[in-house]
């Protein structure tokens, strides 16, 4: 089945560094991927669309200038968090359709990657 | 605007038991689509099943069925013989259309099924 690879699993940083957040595709190409934030014990709130080749989409009341995403091929998507502060702490998980006939084009997670900012 | 309501916080079944956990969902679309997603406490998302709005049967995968009321915007999902591994947090969610930004994806706040052995 499809695989969406999501790296790291977990990051602790000091408040003030950026961290890097990947997530590719395995076995299939995705010219746009999803980034997801996800507050404990809540559901999943879309932040961005990242697209292949063009700027990435974001939703309302997300920083741009704060959470860079970088779509730099159809298999990798990256998320930046910029100077990120203890508030940024939070479960960060990218997904992928899948495309093609016949696949609905369901889409597929990563891992999710929990950041903790101290 | 699209909306899903997930009305069950958490749930209990029993083992071996069937459950439904419900879904409802709001759109003005005629085309969109109907996902189910499993989230253990590790956090991966896994799918489960999914329906389509023209599709005219229940989607159908393994234990899972999905009780699907167009006319009523509910698409519950069934888990037949309920598993200990069953344990997790089951979202719904909803895409509108298909193709390129129109797969994002809108959940529902999700619900907490335990099962009890």
């Known amino acids: 089945g499809a695989v969406v690879s999501q790296h790291p699993s977990r990051v602790i940083c000091k408040s003030g560094t950026s961290v890097k957040i990947e997530c590719r595709s395995l076995d299939f190409q995705a010219t746009t991927m999803f980034w997801y934030r996800q507050f404990p014990k809540q559901s999943l709130m879309l932040m961005a669309t990242s697209n292949e080749g063009s700027k990435a989409t974001y939703e309302q009341g997300v920083e741009k200038d704060k959470f860079l995403i970088n779509h730099a091929s159809l298999t990798l998507s990256t998320l930046t968090v910029t100077s990120a502060h203890p508030e940024d702490s939070s479960f960060y998980i990218c997904?992928?359709?899948?495309?093609?006939?016949?696949?609905?084009?369901?889409?597929?997670f990563g891992s999710g990657t929990q950041l903790s900012v101290l | 605007a699209q909306k899903i309501t997930q009305t069950q916080p958490g749930m209990f079944v029993q083992e071996k038991e069937a459950v439904t956990l419900d879904c409802t969902y709001d759109t003005s679309d005629q085309s969109y689509g109907l996902f189910w997603y499993k989230q253990p406490s590790s956090g991966e998302m896994i799918f489960l099943i999914y329906q389509g709005s023209y599709d005219e049967q229940n989607a159908t995968e393994g234990r899972y069925s999905l009780n699907f009321q167009k006319a009523r915007k509910s698409a519950n999902l069934v888990i037949s013989a309920s598993q200990l591994g069953d344990s997790a947090m089951y979202f719904c969610a909803m895409r509108k259309g298909y193709g390129g930004a129109t797969n994002k994806l809108i959940f529902g706040t999700g619900t907490l099924l335990a099962v009890q052995p």
């Open positions: 997904s992928a359709p899948l495309t093609g006939y016949g696949t609905n084009e369901k889409l597929f």
